[in-house]
């Protein structure tokens, strides 16, 4: 198995740019997480899918953050207009029971 | 106070020891127990995954979970170099649509050869 899959693995944009991160979970798997990571903060979960129904988008900061899962092997997560303030790790972690989760390599945002 | 603390270290250990990583907490109502690990620049892993109290061992992992204390331990048996990583715990009240993990936000250790 492939694993969770993220691209792009490294993304540097200028503040305005709408950004896209892109997720493939592991097949078979129905809970997709979106998250992102900072020093301060540490992960935090912005929001979950079960069965492409999105069911809790209560860490989505604000309204440019957006997540989109149009089918059981793809999910996006889309920023615009991206802030420097946006700048993190953002994981994408999939699972077939709630609590175990496993986690991609992660896409490392950079906004200037 | 924060939901989950855990101490962020860096705790440096030699080779062969046994390390000990902490987690508390503050909600009662958490059943459920994790430990991440995470090498630098990659994706966080589950290690040993736990529901309510008690003691679960896998190889060299030991999970403990004390909840009248809201207190969870991993230990580490014979460390070694290969596991420098930083170490999250997560945990989560239930299942069913509520109930999401909460991280710690890690304690980095280090195992010197």
């Known amino acids: 198995d492939a694993g969770v899959i993220q691209s792009p693995r490294h993304e540097v944009t200028e503040m305005g740019q709408e950004v896209t991160l892109r997720c493939k979970p592991i097949s078979g798997h129905d809970y997709l997480f979106w998250y992102r990571q900072t020093m301060m903060r540490g992960l935090e979960l912005l929001i979950y899918f079960n069965n492409n129904v999105p069911i809790d988008d209560s860490g989505m900061p604000e309204d440019r953050f957006s997540a989109k899962m149009p089918n059981a092997s793809f999910s996006t997560l889309k920023i615009q207009p991206s802030e420097p303030r946006d700048s993190a790790v953002y994981f994408c972690a999939s699972s077939f029971r709630k609590y175990e989760q496993y986690f991609g390599p992660g896409t490392r945002l950079t906004v200037t | 106070q924060k939901e989950v603390e855990q101490d962020p270290g860096p705790l440096s250990v030699p080779e062969g020891a046994i390390v000990s990583l902490n987690c508390t907490y503050s909600n009662s109502a958490f059943q459920y127990f994790m430990w991440y690990r995470q090498y630098s620049r990659k994706g966080p892993e589950l290690l040993m995954y736990t529901y309510s109290s008690g003691n679960k061992e896998d190889g060299r992992f030991t999970a403990q979970v004390d909840k009248s204390s809201k207190y969870i331990s991993l230990f580490i048996r014979d460390s070694q170099p290969s596991d420098s990583a930083t170490y999250l715990c997560?945990?989560?009240?239930?299942?069913?649509?509520?109930?999401?993990?909460?991280f710690g936000k890690g304690t980095k250790l280090s195992v010197k050869p």
């Open positions: 997560a945990m989560s009240s239930y299942g069913g649509s509520q109930g999401n993990l909460i």
